[in-house]
């Protein structure tokens, strides 16, 4: 099975996400993202990856970003596989409006990477994640998530680092 290489950049890590525009932090909710909302996501829309084949690979669990409130708008995606022991990142993209120096909202990665940490840690895996992240992002998921590189191009969230994520943004495990 081809694992993507992950290049999501975790610009700041916030309490929810925040307007760049305004300043303002705004709360979030993850839920699992339904048949209904890939209307809106795709590479039409300027979103990089298939999530629609995502969606349909049972094997996978694809979950969604959006302020409370307002579950219409997307402000990011996330897909992961349950292995034996830990959480796999499948793929993990910011929505086009999130992306770049004109971006939206910055927060959106780091809050997404910590729901996998929570869900490692409801799954009583200890919160750790893993993901194949391109080789020049290494280091910048080593100091924004404090990942650790494992081999090659594999990048590993331990319990210490998970803990972390998920209480800056769920302010409890």
Known sequence: ??????????????????????????????????KSDLKYISKKTGWNFDWKSEFEDLTKEVYKLHISNNSEIVQGLLSITIEKDHVFMNLLENAPFNIGKQKLYE????????????????????????????????????EAL????????????????????????????
């Open 1 to 34: 099975m081809e694992k993507n290489e992950q290049a999501f950049i975790v610009d700041r890590l916030t309490d929810s996400i925040l307007n760049t525009i305004s300043g303002d932090s705004f709360q979030t909710d993850v839920a699992t993202l339904k």
């Open 107 to 142: 927060g959106v990665a780091g809050n997404l990477v910590a729901y996998a940490c929570k869900v490692s840690f409801q799954k009583g895996f200890d919160g750790f994640v893993a993901f194949t992240a391109k080789s020049n992002l290494i280091s910048h998921y080593e």
């Open 146 to 173: 404090g990942a650790y590189h494992f081999k090659n191009q594999r990048m590993i969230i331990d319990t210490r680092a998970a803990k972390f994520l998920v209480t800056k943004y769920f302010k409890t495990i």
